[in-house]
């Protein structure tokens, strides 16, 4: 009885908890981002890992998403005889939701998973713990470089890969089903809003998405168990957890700025 | 040394490409081009009923584009539409007895005005009001408008036998 009451207790308390220690994590993370001013190199080689190597899966799947969205909104739109304003479906799909939520999903399978699943290798082979036996702060020298690298690869990402979206549209409308090129790009530039979709859309968004994807990553190989058990569990936490908060936090950030009240 | 300098080349291409997207969303897909070149003169128009415009509806005379719908307000007094339109000051010759009027672009499209010109030798300028306006064409009015002369006789033509 006692013992059960005290599991129902640790359900509880343990999330919190974790909770707790992810916030302490990330400020620690924020504290040591300063030293990067000293080490850039550090920096610049992180974002080979994180951002370069995720090109291609960012570039290949802009451009089938895109190419994907000029069908359908064709197939659809032909009824109406309103094919002139695919051109806005696609950039807006693109621009306000796919490109940032997308690109996120892709990063954490591509990048999140290997930030967790290293940080915890090196949390297993004691790295980590050596480095801080020679007053190397593994804050420093580790974790800031990925995260602030994360944070700048994300929404770069973003772009490109809604670029690219919307050139696999017009591919796919204009040069394969012949809808006027003109009509395409000028609906496209009446509907589009800088600042209510660009800005809010792919970058804001994508800051939001870089941060939470690196956070929730490097979190979870911080705190693997370090076993080879507990860091294919980490990581696969690390993808779980990471498409969760994305697509919570794109319905909270697509509530907060184009909802209507 | 090589390798070190072909990753930070890597990565610059990298940094330069995402922001090469960014500036290509900005100027290539959105409507940031006509962002901050606001510097038309503006012009009121008084209606009846705006039906359903909206601020950043284009402004056009003979179908061409010559400015935008910068604001919209309702005079308390007099209980109108006030609708502030800002127009390119290429277009500076406009007669300043011009009409406006509250269309539709296509069956479902957007509202827009359309400007018909005048024939006065004066020009709009900034500040002027036009004088001469046309509400928009409410579609539920335009009906009950129809029905209540199909009520009150007015029988549609005898067929010829």
New interface residues.
Partial sequence: MIAALTRLGQSVLDPLARLGRANLFFLRLLGALSFLLQRPGLL??Q??TV??LS?PIILVSGLFVGMVLGLQGYANLVDFGATSSLGTVV?LSL?RELGPVLTALLYAGRAGSALTAGIGLMKATEQLASMQMMAVDPFQRVLAPRFLAGF??V???T??F???G?LGGYLVAVVQLGVDGGAF?AQ???K????T??VNG??FKSLAFGVAANWIALFEGYEAQPTSEGISLATTRTVVSTSLAVLGLDFLLTALMFGVW | MAKKNN??L??G???V???A??F???L??????S?GEDKGYRVTARFENIGGLKV?APVTLGGVRIGRVVGIDLDPQRYEAVVILSIDPRYDHLPEDSSASILTSGLLGEQYVGLEPGGMDSALKNGSTLKLTQSALVLEKLIGRMLTNAVSGDPPPAKTP
Avoid: C, N, Y
């Fill in positions: 610049v080689k974002l080979h951002g370069v090109l950039a621009i700048i690869a929404p770069l990402l772009g490109i809604t670029a690219v919307i790009w496209m530039q009446a589009v809003h800088f600042f979709d660009v792919v970058v | 990753l930070e890597a990565v291409l990298f940094v490409l995402g922001l997207a960014l290509l969303l900005a290539k897909v959105s409507d940031i081009a962002i950043r």
